[in-house]
């Protein structure tokens, strides 16, 4: 199993542009979702999804869109890249959601690094 | 919302040293983790658990949940230790909150 695995490792984008991180999983999770660190500070949640079709907001997430057609990939869109955006993006999986009875062991991704100019 | 709280927020030691962390949490959970992010960012999981102990080598953790605290013990430290230590609890609905990590600096 390849696991969690996000592109690009890194971006650079001027304000305004638009891009989409990608976020693949070979595990069968049915829970996925996103998250961004900024410097001194633990990992805050933007999106998540507790199955194909089925996807909502966390703690942060204005400027962001997400989609979940597919149990393996949940892809993140900056439609309008901010500089307030520049941060570590990571995307994680796990078979249940937290909260729920199962294994909702949490893994994540090696991250994206992106910097709006 | 639920609140996770680690200590301390950094800690220097010298090789051969151990330590312990900590993470209190705020309400009753099922799902607890501590992770290690390595100087490269990684995220590296350690340990699942809700409660009870677990061991894995130099490192072993202990969640006490009726009295909201997990301890993450680190013996004989080495300076590959050093790094970002988070515990993450699920929080409201179905989401996943992490505290503010403990800074390890492990010198030779």
């Known amino acids: 199993n390849a696991g969690v695995t996000q592109t690009p490792k890194f971006q650079v984008l001027k304000t305004g542009q638009s891009m989409t991180l990608q976020c693949a999983q070979d595990?069968?999770?049915?829970?996925m979702s996103w998250y961004r660190q900024d410097p001194g500070m633990g990992l805050r949640l933007i999106h998540y999804?507790?199955?194909?079709?089925?996807?909502d907001q966390g703690e942060v997430p204005n400027g962001y869109n997400v989609s979940r057609s597919t149990t393996e990939d949940f892809p993140l869109r900056l439609l309008s890249a901010a500089p307030s955006q520049t941060s570590v993006y990571f995307c994680?999986?796990?078979?249940?959601?937290?909260?729920?009875?199962?294994?909702?062991?949490?893994?994540f991704g090696p991250g994206t690094r992106l910097t709006v100019l | 919302g639920i609140q996770v709280e680690q200590s301390p927020p950094d800690l220097i030691l010298q090789e051969g040293a151990n330590s312990t962390l900590r993470c209190n949490f705020s309400?009753?959970?099922?799902?607890l983790q501590w992770f290690h992010q390595n100087p490269w960012g990684q995220l590296i999981n350690l340990f699942y658990?809700?409660?009870g102990t677990k061991q894995n080598g130099r490192l072993s953790a202990t969640t006490v949940a009726t009295e909201r605290y997990s301890l993450l013990y680190i013996s004989s430290s080495q300076t590959t230790d050093s790094g970002v230590y988070f515990c993450?609890?699920?929080?409201?609905?179905?989401?996943?909150?992490f505290g503010k990590g403990t800074r390890l600096l492990v010198k030779p």
């Open positions: 994680a999986s796990s078979y249940e959601a937290p909260g729920l009875a199962g294994d909702n062991e949490q893994f």
């Open positions: 595990m069968n999770h049915e829970y």
């Open positions: 999804s507790v199955g194909a079709g089925i996807t």
């Open positions: 309400d009753s959970v099922n799902n």
């Open positions: 658990i809700p409660s």
């Open positions: 993450a609890v699920e929080g409201q609905g179905f989401s996943f909150i």
